[in-house]
């Protein structure tokens, strides 16, 4: 599955709902420090994130700190950033793909986004607002990646696609 990567989150509600993202599709998710806040029992019960148990969460103190444990994330990773050359429909994602995004207020780095500019893919949107929110941005990718490998592991009918009489 997909590695979901947050460089320095900085609202811990976007991170609860990629994490809400990560337990329905079983990507693992990484977060950058710093953080703009705690990962605590007593923030996890505030967010409501009753399914934390059920998400492969990693903390690591920088992208080098990251880099250094999984080395092969450099050979196969995808930054989504407002300035990229490319649509993300453009990308090949594979099925364990990295996938980065920056903080709500900067996004990513501008040296990470240069060292890895062909790695860089876009979510069309209207030129006069400023980007999509985080959450909705990780989801749009996500689904796009499992989408390119045909949804691994995961269910596409629900209740409605028995032999079900109307």
């Given at each position: 599955m997909p590695h979901i990567v947050?460089?320095?989150?900085?609202?811990?509600q976007n991170t609860g709902n990629i994490a809400r993202t990560c337990a329905v599709t079983?990507?693992?998710?990484?977060?950058?420090?710093p953080m703009g806040f705690e990962i605590s029992?007593?923030?996890?019960?505030?967010?409501?994130?009753?399914?934390?148990d059920k998400v492969n969460v990693t903390e690591y103190q920088s992208l080098d700190d990251l880099f250094t444990q999984h080395p092969e994330a450099k050979q196969?990773?995808?930054?989504?950033?407002?300035?990229?050359?490319?649509g993300?429909?453009?990308a090949a994602y594979s099925p364990d793909c990295w996938l980065f995004f920056?903080?709500?207020?900067?996004?990513?780095?501008?040296?990470?986004?240069?060292?890895?500019?062909?790695?860089?893919?876009?979510?069309?949107m209207?030129?006069?607002?400023?980007?999509?929110?985080?959450?909705?941005s990780v989801a749009v990718l996500v689904y796009e990646a499992?989408?390119?490998?045909?949804?691994?592991?995961?269910?596409?009918?629900?209740?409605?696609?028995?032999?079900v009489t109307p």
């Open positions: 947050l460089v320095e989150p900085e609202i811990p079983g990507c693992s998710l990484h977060l950058i420090h029992e007593k923030w996890v019960r505030r967010a409501g994130l009753d399914y934390w196969n990773l995808w930054l989504a950033t407002t300035k990229a050359p490319h993300y429909t453009e920056g903080k709500e207020t900067a996004g990513l780095p501008e040296a990470f986004r240069m060292e890895h500019y062909d790695r860089c893919v876009r979510i069309p209207l030129p006069n607002v400023r980007c999509l929110n985080l959450s909705n499992l989408r390119q490998n045909d949804f691994p592991g995961l269910t596409g009918v629900g209740a409605m696609g028995g032999n």
